[in-house]
Structures are given as C-alpha cells and as structure tokens.
C-alpha cells in the first residue's frame, strides 16, 4: 500500500508542472493588456512602462513563467493588479468558502444519489427505477444556474424562507459554522448538489444491477445469506466507483462554481474568477486557476488511494 501510495505521488509531479504550464499559457495567450484596467486614460508612456516593470511584463514569456513558477512554490502567487492585496490571501479566503460549500453539495449529491441508484438498481426496470431514473436525468440536464435562480424565486422572494445571496448577514464575505450562517448554505448547496446527484445515481445504478447479475451473487443467495448479507457485498463492490465519481464530481464543483457562485453573490472563487476575468488581473486569475487545478489533481491522488484501500485489485 505504501509503495503504491508513493509511486501515485511520483506521478502527480509532472502532472503538476503540466497544469501550471497551461494555466500560465492558457491566461496569457488570451487578447488585451492586463494593465488597461489600472491604467488612466491620459497615462504616460512613462508610467506604463514603469507599471510593466514592475508586474515582470517586460520580460519574456520563459522568463515570467520561472519566475512565476518559483514564487508560487514558495507560496507567492503575486499582488493583485485591480486591488493590490495578495493574491494569495484572496485566493486562500475564496477557497475555503467554494470548499466549504462544494463540500456540502457534494455529500448532499452522494446520499440522494446513492439511494436513487441503490433502489433503481435493485428494482430495475420497474416504476420505482423509473421514477428515480427521471430524478438522476432532470439532475444531469437542468441548468443549475436557472434552477439557482428559480429557488431564489420561491424561497426567497416569494415565500421569504430563506436568504437570497451572501455568505451571510450584511453581505458577510465570510461564512462561519452557526444557524444564522448556515440557512445563506441552503439554496447554493442544494443547487449545486442537483448534478453530482444526478450523475452519481446513474452510474450506482448500472453498477448495481450489473453486480446483482453476476455469478457471485446467484452463489450468495444459494448458499443461504440474508439479503442484507447480499447487499453489503454489492455496496463494497460499488463503492470504489462511486467513490471515484464522488471525487471527480467535488473536484468539478471547485472548479465550476462560477455562475452558482455568481447567481447567489457566494464569495468563492467562482466569484473571484469572474472579478479577475473582467478586470483582466493576471496574478489573481493565475492565482486562482492554479489552486482550484492543484486542487484537483490531489483530490484525484486521495481518491486513487482511497480506491486501492478499498479494492486491493487496482494496484494490480
């Protein structure tokens, strides 16, 4: 297991310093002058030079990309161009609000979703698999930003349950574990637990009814195991997939936050990616692309990991 572990994180290396490579060509290669939106109208040649001087976009792409690069190793990701604060507390303060939220969508998304599967596999073909077939496809297909907004609709506007956008009271950019802070979580959370739901209920139920149908099982039965027996058996059988698709979904959710981020004002990095894509601030959207894409790549390490634990045949 620890040979396996290690030789999982050897790999992650280059594919670390390949997603740093594209994060830093990916904003770069993109038109316009990140110094335009600092920059007055009447500014001086003078002043423009000197302000390229000193973000290093006088040197060459090579050049910024190592120096960059070993900032950002030691924990530098730059100074924001719009607000001049560090773009790694900006970034590191979104993070743990876009995690936090991500977190719970994703645990919401995993119970709905593996009870939806779980049932539609064991009954399949019947109305029960149908009915919550339905559920899993309208989760994979709804727009999540419409349905953010039609919850907003209801709860919010029309019926005053819930708040409608915020981390918390008085715009807070900060969210923190109380009743009072938790009820801003409700509608983002849900919203954003509507696609992994959906998609984690697919794929339990082909697991299911595919694991129901193997030999094993038929042997199970024979031999007399009471169905709770049985069951255990196909959830330790399904669980290494779902576990991996639970993963991949809360690594998508980081990273693709964006416009639930934007529809509820949630101040995460869906909300600082869109200020730094209209701004044009380079450091803060460099910054930001990274973390959310290192983010993933060690979500992807842990889960591995957790997949071997559980299933000793994948380090085989």
């Given at each position: ?57 006088d040197r060459s792409y090579a050049e910024q990309f190592l120096l960059w690069l070993s900032r950002a190793m030691q924990g530098d990701l730059g100074t924001s161009i719009a607000t001049g604060r560090s773009v790694t507390t900006e970034v590191m303060r979104a ?222």
């Amino acid at each position: 297991m620890l040979a396996y572990t290690i030789r999982r994180i050897i790999l992650t290396l280059p594919v670390l310093l390949g997603v740093s490579v594209v994060c830093f060509a990916l904003v770069h290669i993109s038109p316009g002058d990140p110094l335009i939106s600092i920059l007055p109208a009447d500014a001086s040649v003078d002043l423009q030079e000197r302000l390229r001087v000193l973000y290093g976009f006088d040197r060459s792409y090579a050049e910024q990309f190592l120096l960059w690069l070993s900032r950002a190793m030691q924990g530098d990701l730059g100074t924001s161009i719009a607000t001049g604060r560090s773009v790694t507390t900006e970034v590191m303060r979104a993070v743990g609000n876009t995690l936090m939220l991500a977190s719970v969508a994703t645990v919401i998304g995993f119970v709905l979703g593996s009870l939806f599967g779980f049932v539609a596999g064991y009954f399949a073909n019947s109305p029960v698999d149908k009915a919550a077939s339905a559920a899993a496809v309208f989760g994979v297909s709804v727009p999540h930003y419409w349905l953010g907004m039609v919850l907003v609709i209801i709860f919010s506007a029309q019926l005053g349950w819930l708040p409608a956008a915020g981390a918390g009271p008085g715009g807070s950019g900060q969210w923190r574990l109380d009743l009072e802070h938790l009820s801003y979580m409700i509608l983002p959370a849900i919203t954003m637990s509507v696609i992994p739901m959906g998609i984690i209920a697919r794929t339990v139920r082909a697991l299911v009814s595919e694991i129901l149908a193997q030999e094993f099982v038929i042997g199970l039965r024979a031999r007399g195991l009471s169905e709770w027996g049985v069951f255990l058996h196909v959830v330790k059988n399904a669980a290494p997939t779902a576990l991996a698709v639970m993963g991949i979904q809360l690594g998508y959710l980081l990273g693709g936050s964006i416009l639930i981020e934007t529809v509820f004002s949630w101040p995460g990095t869906g909300m600082l990616l869109n200020s730094a894509i209209f701004q044009r601030d380079l450091p803060l959207l460099q910054g930001t692309i990274l973390v959310l894409a290192l983010f993933f790549v060690v979500l992807n390490l842990i889960v591995d990991v957790m997949q071997s634990a559980l299933d000793p045949r994948i380090k085989r």
